[in-house]
């Protein structure tokens, strides 16, 4: 059963994924969503000083049953939304959200997770949102970024960074479109940042990289851009911003895309992406 996964912490961007995971799942034929929230509570909420009152178990207690009903709820009004074909489904965990989000991944086998990030300009105190790159730094299924009130558009062209001494990484996205044909009909808008500008003079090394890069592509629409600008992250937005995308697709790799999300200048990253969505392949 093609099954996503959505965690949830009824803040204004996790309800917003909720709502972008429903189109999306309507779109790529999806079986099943899964909305999980974790219970969790950290060691120092039980532990009295004279800085932090603790609170009581009656009040503890409460506070879940509440937050169960919310879960409910939002189910309800998920199951409304989606097609009658797709199952909508609770999990309530115990757990810290990444460990309660790794045993939903065991158990059920999602192929995807769906995740709201706030912006540098915007916060909805999403607890989702605070754990947005450790969540796709250890998940090993693709993870879905969605940017704060963004508004959900169906994908007719991604952009896709490359860095060509890892041109074979490219692979992912035909083992990704395996499963959902639907794919086949986007263009892929493929981007090298480059700012020693080897493009401009490319040598048999180039020449060979992006050689192999079209093989790899060759069942796909695609075309290769490239950009001189020394920051990565501002080269990716300032593209995507004139070339109209609707998603960023993060290929894996040390020298990826990924890597600059979770590797370096983690927030900053996260924040000047924020106006597009960001599929990270596994």
Known sequence: MKTMLVPVDFSDTSSNAVSYAVEWAKAYDYERIILLRTLYNSMFDMIP??????VN????SKEREEAKEKLNILCKETIKKIAPDIKVSVAVSELPLVRSIMEIIEDEHPELIVV??????????????????????ISPVRVLIVPSHYVYQYVERALVPVNFSTVNTLDKIEQHTAKTPQWRNKKLLVLNVDPKEKYLNPDDE????????HEYLQNFQHEVFYSNNKNIIEGLQEFAKTHEVQLIIALPGKHSFLYSLTHKSISEAIYSNAQHPVLILK
């Open 49 to 54: 000083s004279a800085e932090y009152v603790s």
């Open 57 to 60: 178990d009656d009040y503890i």
């Open 116 to 137: 709201g990030s706030d912006n540098i300009n915007y916060s909805s105190n999403s607890f989702v949102a605070g754990n947005v790159i450790s969540i796709a730094k």
């Open 206 to 213: 180039f020449i060979k990289a992006e050689k192999v890069l």
